[in-house]
Structure formats: structure tokens, C-alpha cells
């Protein structure tokens, strides 16, 4: 069972990541992170771009914000401008923050029920498996991320938890 710590501490964790992942692409050309390299999503930019529907269509599912005005098939270009795609990454990293933060103390539960275009059908899930899974998406395309761009001379964070600074996590 998860608990409403465990939402506040995966949201920073998220926001950690993000900004390091994001840091380290603009050190790159737009060329180097628009490049094809053999990922799901293609390239580093499309990846992060993905990253972002697909919090958008979790967090649209909790009246948190506006569901991407495109399917899935074409997330990798839902935000073209990396700069742009950047600051909407902050943008929807502080309201995942605040969501988590002021979710109610103690363990998740309850359950969510969606139309979800991924299975064409409607869905419903415990919130403890949804909640699991937002971040698990996340990590997942952060790490495929990660490689491209360790892969392209560029030095992201190191991804482990433990190592987040102290600073970061939330107050007990």
C-alpha cells in the first residue's frame, strides 16, 4: 500500500529528475536532441515531449489540468520548441507537487475511473496502482532519456533515490 508520504516524495524526486534531464539537454543542439536514436519515442526531445503528454493525460484525469489536445501517436511532437516544452515541464512539476502535497495523510485510497484511449474502453483502477504507475511511467522514459543523452556527451544526475538531496524531500 503507498501512502500520501510516498506521493510527496516521488513528486520531488520527479521534479529532481526533470530538471536534471532538461539541464543537461539544453547543452545540446536542437539538431543533437531532435536526433533519431533508436528510442520508443525516437529522439531525447521526443522523449521528454512524451514524458510531458503523458503526465498531462494522467494529471487531466484529476481536474489538474487540460488533457493534450493530441493522441498519444503523436506526443513525441506535442511540444515542439524545447524551450517551451521546458518551462511546461516546471509548470506541471510544482502543480504535481502541490497536488501531492496536499493529499490527504495516510494511505491512498479509492480508485479513478477514465476513458482511456490507450485500451479504446473505459478503465478503472485502485488510485494506489495509477499513482504507482504515473511515476513508474515517468522513470521508465527518464531513464531511456538518460542514456540517449549520456549517450550524446551531455551529464544528467545520477537517477537513484537515496542520492536526492536531503533539501529536496519533503518535511516529515
Not at 487540460?66 to 521546458?86: C, Q, T
Not at 515517468?138 to 537517477?159: E, F, N, V, Y
Request: hydrophobic share 40%; with cysteine; glycine share 6%.
Amino acid at each position: 500500500m503507498i501512502t500520501s508520504d510516498y506521493l510527496r516524495s516521488m513528486a520531488r524526486y520527479n521534479r529532481w529528475q526533470n530538471d536534471s534531464l532538461y539541464e543537461a539537454a539544453a547543452g545540446l543542439s536542437d539538431a543533437d536532441r531532435r536526433l533519431d536514436r533508436g528510442a520508443f519515442f525516437g529522439s531525447i526531445h521526443g522523449t521528454l515531449s512524451h514524458i510531458y503528454w503523458a503526465d498531462r493525460i494522467w494529471l487531466s484525469r484529476f481536474d489538474l489540468c487540460e488533457p493534450p489536445d493530441v493522441p498519444n501517436r503523436e506526443s513525441a511532437r506535442f511540444v515542439e520548441d524545447f524551450g517551451e516544452l521546458r518551462a511546461k515541464r516546471t509548470e506541471l512539476d510544482a502543480t504535481l507537487i502541490e497536488w501531492c502535497d496536499a493529499y490527504e495523510p495516510g494511505p491512498i485510497k479509492g480508485s479513478l475511473e477514465w476513458y482511456s484511449g490507450a485500451i479504446r474502453a473505459n478503465a478503472k483502477a485502485p488510485l494506489t496502482v495509477i499513482l504507482t504507475h504515473l511515476f513508474n511511467h515517468q522513470t521508465h522514459h527518464r531513464g531511456q532519456a538518460h542514456a540517449m543523452l549520456t549517450a550524446a556527451g551531455a551529464r544528467p544526475k545520477d537517477t537513484c533515490l537515496f542520492i536526492m538531496p536531503l533539501d529536496l524531500w519533503p518535511e516529515a
